[in-house]
């Protein structure tokens, strides 16, 4: 079945030093990409999408570029700030099968 | 203003006690889904509805029912049958199956 890899956390950083998060995957077909981000407390909010091989999503600083050739959609923000301190989840999404989460990794941003 | 509401934000219960977390939205979506957190973890797919009246189990659908007879309502019970039922419970809808999914708050079950 689906699955998804994603680098373990948690990941440690101070202000405004770069962010990668690493994501796989393997799924049936060409699945659209997804990555959600979690609040302490909070439901899942949509981070990030890109819908076919080599679309980017970005958004709040945030990118991501589906790489269709090494199955990969790696996040990343050239300038992290405390407030994105969170837990980032990466999810393909193939029509009808849209259920395969990633572990989450939790990045913790200090000041 | 269009979402996804849970309610309680926080619920105690006793063991051997069935319980219902409730779901709504009013975002006219036609599927709707259940997770469960654990600390630490990720989600895990407890039950899914791809329209009214109609619903799937997920990969840990054991000790849990719902039903699905209006298309804004999706609740969750939580059956004494659930050997391990405290955990963290999120409610999700999409405009079908297969699209970017809308969460809510969650709801933060204890069973003591």
């Known amino acids: 079945g689906d699955s998804v890899t994603q680098m373990e956390g948690p990941v440690t950083l101070s202000e405004e030093a770069f962010l990668t998060i690493n994501c796989t995957y393997t799924?049936?077909?060409?699945?659209?990409l997804f990555w959600y981000v979690q609040y302490p407390g909070e439901g899942l909010q949509l981070l990030l999408k890109?819908?076919?091989?080599?679309d980017k999503g970005s958004n709040k600083g945030f990118e991501a570029t589906y790489r269709k050739e090494t199955t990969s959609f790696h996040l990343e923000k050239g300038s992290v700030q405390v407030s994105d301190s969170a837990v980032y989840f990466c999810a393909p999404d193939n029509y009808g099968q849209n259920f395969v989460f990633g572990p989450g990794t939790r990045l913790s941003v200090l000041p | 203003d269009g979402g996804i509401t849970q309610s309680p934000k926080y619920l105690f219960r006793k063991e051997g006690q069935n319980v219902t977390l409730s779901c709504e939205q009013n975002l006219n979506h036609d599927a709707m889904y259940w997770y469960r957190q654990d600390p630490g973890q990720g989600l895990r797919l407890i039950y899914y509805?791809?329209?009214?009246?109609?619903?799937q189990k997920g990969d840990i659908a054991e000790g849990y029912s719902v039903s699905r007879e209006k298309k804004e309502s999706f609740p969750l019970t939580v059956t004494s049958a659930q050997k391990n039922p405290t955990a963290f419970y999120l409610c999700?809808?999409?405009?079908?199956?297969?699209?970017?999914?809308?969460f809510g708050p969650g709801t933060r079950l204890t069973v003591t």
């Open positions: 509805s791809q329209i009214v009246n109609d619903f």
């Open positions: 799924a049936t077909g060409y699945p659209s």
């Open positions: 999700a809808s999409s405009i079908d199956a297969g699209t970017e999914q809308y």
């Open positions: 890109a819908t076919k091989a080599d």
